[in-house]
């Protein structure tokens, strides 16, 4: 069975850095792209960034774009978002998926597996 568990999240003030990770568990998950998704209270989970696990290639949401950064360290099977120039609107929990055919566009419902999320608070 496949898990992902996410860990790094915490409070921090407006302008600061966190950095979140996700490890993915489980005999040949084969995922072809994992991401990291957010929501926030009342709001809809939404898409923030995703990386091709083979080759590496990323995409971001334009709110994020320039300010976070993700990774992965195939060996160690850990997913990372650095998250920097945070600001309250980025306060949401945050979600590693992962989805073994190649997603079409950046919606939850194309990824399989999800973790159970980290907050992140951003105060300001």
């Known amino acids: 069975q496949v898990q992902l568990v996410e860990s790094g999240g915490g409070l921090v003030q407006a302008g600061g850095s966190l950095r979140l990770s996700c490890v993915v568990s489980?005999?040949?998950?084969?995922?072809?792209?994992m991401g990291w998704f957010r929501q926030a209270p009342g709001k809809e989970r939404e898409f923030v960034a995703s990386i091709n696990w083979i080759g590496g290639s990323t995409y971001y949401a334009d709110s994020v774009k320039g300010r976070f950064t993700i990774s992965r360290d195939n060996a160690k099977n850990t997913l990372y978002l650095l998250l920097d120039a945070l600001k309250p609107d980025d306060t949401a929990v945050y979600y590693c998926?992962?989805?073994?055919?190649?997603?079409?566009?950046?919606?939850?419902?194309?990824?399989?597996?999800w973790g159970r999320g980290t907050q992140v608070t951003v105060s300001s």
């Open positions: 489980g005999r040949a998950f084969g995922f072809n792209t």
């Open positions: 998926a992962g989805c073994r055919v190649p997603p079409l566009g950046h919606y939850t419902h194309e990824y399989d597996y």
